[in-house]
């Protein structure tokens, strides 16, 4: 991404991680870093934090070496159209690291995911769970309307419940806020959800992310409470 939001989130002064280096990985690190020399990434010591590698060519993952002294790798897959194999090709780079923790991928536009498939991906994920940690969140179509404005659901990823309609938005800003908090939640550890808004205020998920926002929980406080004991409960 070359906007700031997601690396405001990585640094947030309460988040459970205390990065010491954040790195963005880019198509063009040039263009990447003049979008991110921001007066608010100065005052939060972001520009402090923040480097840049270059993919060597456009939409390519990191390889191993990329990778050395990284202990956490979000990969976002914004609408790629073979976002299940490039899911594949992450936990086989993600194992050949020997210093990564925590592997955190979220898929956008994954609509119409054929389940079998997305069992598949998981598998691999979990092959690698002793050595590391894995995170999966996948959403529907991406539209800018502000994080936290629409109440959501979630469906075990791979499941016929966690397929994603083909007509399903989601908020661009929501997604990487839920991609960040399951990082550094307990709730979050190996874990693959499929997320979708709720319109319907009577709906048992939209009652409660209203209840516990109104109650002052803070966003990694209410999603917590959802993943742990939300609507099952």
Request: aromatic content about 8%; overall charge negative; proline content about 3%.
């Amino acid at each position: 991404r070359t906007d700031q939001f997601i690396f405001d989130l990585l640094n947030n002064e309460e988040s459970a991680f205390e990065f010491s280096k954040i790195v963005a990985f880019v198509d063009d690190a040039k263009f990447a870093n003049k979008r991110l020399l921001s007066r608010s990434a100065r005052y939060s010591g972001l520009l402090d934090k923040l480097e840049f590698i270059q993919a060597v060519t456009p939409g390519a993952l990191p390889d191993a070496s990329q990778l050395e002294g990284v202990k956490s790798w979000i990969a976002v897959l914004e609408d790629d159209p073979n976002m299940l194999e490039t899911c594949k090709q992450v936990a086989a780079v993600a194992k050949q690291s020997s210093s990564l923790e925590n592997v955190a991928i979220l898929l956008t536009g994954a609509t119409e995911l054929d389940a079998a498939a997305c069992q598949q991906v998981v598998a691999d994920l979990k092959g690698n769970s002793e050595k590391q940690s894995y995170t999966l969140v996948a959403v529907g179509k991406l539209e800018e309307h502000a994080e936290g404005k629409v109440p959501y659901q979630y469906r075990e990823f791979g499941t016929s419940d966690g397929t994603i309609p083909a007509n399903a938005i989601y908020s661009r800003d929501e997604s990487l806020r839920m991609i960040t908090e399951l990082l550094q939640l307990e709730c979050g550890v190996n874990t693959a959800y499929a997320f979708a808004e709720v319109y319907n205020g009577n709906q048992t998920e939209a009652k409660l992310v209203k209840g516990l926002r109104e109650g002052g929980y803070a966003r990694p406080q209410e999603i917590d409470f959802m993943m742990r004991d939300g609507p099952q409960v």
